[in-house]
């Protein structure tokens, strides 16, 4: 799609944004697409390599594939925080069904990492356990059905996320799962030892290695065409109503036992 004007200006007069409330969902999406392509076209190809990114001794070899990680974690950590922390019912309700619609417009723009940090926010053990917040009867049934769909597309065994061309020619931040595991699995065999114990390169897999890091130059080269609201930039970067893990556990069980008191 076409850069987007400031919808500050468009749709809400000079109104300051408090929060992901204020803005179209779409918007809230766009704005994350630009967020965490930034962070996604920063990492190298090498840092998946070796599993270089999960032993204490090479992790600043990965700095930037675990800045992109975090990021992945604290969405989730934020999105089960939105869904939760209101005091009313019906907001919550509200929050839970907005999350929805923001994953699914992820999903429709090709950011399947944050959709996917969205679809685990929504799953949140402190969100599942609030049944009347997430009961499917308070939910339209446009959006019930958009959750259900999600839900599919992301389930380990469906093949369509994970299964991608690797010459896309529009804007995608792929889930990078399935990179992690195949470059440190495929790199770490890149040779063997024949019978008489000469080493040989093991072309097959350097060629596969290739066909990732090329997969990967091609994700990276196709920016999001969207202008920057800076208000709702900051709001996406800093996250401030993120809880965490204890936190929300804390909350959550205090709006159970609100609900079942009432």
């Given at each position: 799609?076409?850069p987007?004007?400031?919808v500050?200006r468009?749709?809400r007069?000079?109104?300051?944004i408090?929060?992901?409330?204020?803005?179209?969902?779409?918007?809230?999406?766009?704005q994350l697409?630009?967020?965490?392509?930034e962070?996604?076209?920063?990492?190298n190809?090498r840092?998946?390599?070796?599993?270089?990114w999960?032993?204490?001794?090479?992790?600043?070899?990965?700095?930037?594939?675990l800045?992109f990680v975090?990021?992945l974690?604290h969405?989730t950590l934020?999105?089960?925080?939105?869904?939760?922390?209101p005091t009313k019912l019906?907001?919550?309700?509200?929050?839970?069904?907005?999350?929805?619609?923001?994953?699914?417009?992820?999903?429709?723009?090709?950011?399947?990492?944050?959709a996917?940090?969205?679809?685990?926010?929504?799953?949140?053990?402190?969100?599942?356990?609030l049944s009347d917040?997430t009961a499917?009867?308070?939910?339209?049934?446009?959006?019930?059905?958009?959750?259900a769909?999600?839900k599919?597309?992301?389930d380990?065994?469906?093949g369509?996320?994970?299964?991608m061309p690797?010459?896309?020619?529009?804007?995608c931040?792929p889930?990078?799962?399935?990179?992690?595991?195949?470059?440190a699995?495929?790199?770490d065999i890149?040779?063997?030892?024949?019978?008489?114990?000469?080493e040989?390169?093991?072309?097959?897999?350097?060629t596969h290695?290739?066909?990732?890091s090329?997969?990967?130059?091609?994700?990276?080269?196709n920016?999001?065409?969207?202008?920057?609201?800076?208000p709702l930039q900051r709001?996406?970067?800093?996250?401030?109503?993120?809880?965490d893990?204890?936190?929300?556990?804390?909350?959550?069980?205090?709006r159970?036992?609100?609900t079942a008191?009432?």
């Open positions: 799609p076409a987007v004007v400031d500050r468009t749709m007069g000079d109104t300051v408090q929060g992901i409330t204020d803005v179209p969902e779409l918007e809230v999406a766009r697409c630009l967020v965490v392509f962070l996604f076209s920063a990492i190809t840092e998946f390599l070796h599993a270089a999960a032993a204490p001794g090479t992790k600043a070899f990965s700095h930037n594939l800045a975090d990021h974690e969405v934020w999105v089960a925080s939105l869904i939760v922390t019906a907001e919550r309700q509200a929050m839970y069904a907005r999350c929805i619609t923001i994953a699914h417009h992820l999903y429709d723009l090709q950011n399947y990492s944050t996917r940090a969205f679809l685990d926010g929504l799953d949140h053990r402190s969100v599942v356990v917040t499917a009867n308070a939910l339209a049934t446009t959006t019930s059905d958009e959750l769909a999600l599919s597309v992301f380990p065994f469906y369509a996320v994970r299964n690797w010459n896309l020619t529009t804007p931040v889930v990078l799962s399935s990179f992690v595991s195949k470059m699995t495929v790199a890149a040779t063997f030892q024949t019978l008489d114990g000469t040989v390169v093991n072309w097959t897999k350097m290695v290739a066909d990732l090329l997969r990967m130059a091609s994700y990276q080269s920016a999001y065409p969207f202008q920057e609201d800076a709001i996406l970067r800093l996250m401030p109503q993120r809880r893990e204890h936190s929300l556990q804390e909350m959550s069980k205090e159970a036992a609100a008191f009432s």
